[in-house]
């Protein structure tokens, strides 16, 4: 399926750069190839659509997708990062929220696929991943950022968490 190619390509870009790395030191680079991740999540979201058989056969790849977006090593930004500018903390929570309103379309409209124990046991992991990236402490970064610059998106993708 060429649109989920495209989707592929355009999420992994974000996640490393040349060397296979995680790498925040370009500003300009990280936060193009957020926006990128961003509308490849976009694209994803809108294959889901298609409906249970169409996922069904594609799942490893779209599984494979969120790894990227919320593996346990799939974040640019961690609780104890303190060098890093607002505009790319503002662009790895887009990417990040519109991973998670994918993964949630999938939970919403595949839950026999869903329950079934590799892929429960998959997206519980992301899950737990996206709760701890949403989780910010007084003293972190993050906090400051997302509730100064996009108050209302950070509550809504806290909310939509709990609510999936």
């Not at 169409?54 to 990227?68: D, E, G, P, Q």
């Not at 696929?113 to 992991?125: H, P």
């Amino acid at each position: 399926n060429s649109a989920l190619g495209t989707a592929t390509n355009l999420i992994a870009g974000q996640y490393q750069g040349d060397d296979g790395q995680l790498d925040i030191s370009n500003e300009g680079l990280v936060i193009h190839r957020s926006a990128r991740s961003e509308a490849g999540w976009l694209v994803v979201e809108g294959l889901l659509l298609q409906g249970s058989t169409w996922v069904t056969a594609r799942i490893k790849t779209l599984l494979h997708l969120w790894r990227k977006a919320f593996g346990k090593s799939a974040f640019l930004i961690n609780k104890k990062t303190t060098d890093v500018s607002p505009p790319i903390i503002l662009a790895e929570f887009r990417a990040k929220k519109q991973a998670l309103s994918a993964l949630r379309l999938l939970l919403k409209s595949n839950k026999t696929l869903v329950e079934s124990s590799d892929v429960v046991k998959i997206v519980s992991v992301f899950l737990s991943n996206a709760t701890n990236f949403l989780l910010v402490t007084d003293d972190d970064l993050r906090k400051q950022v997302l509730q100064d610059q996009v108050p209302v998106e950070f509550a809504q993708a806290k909310a939509d968490l709990y609510e999936g």
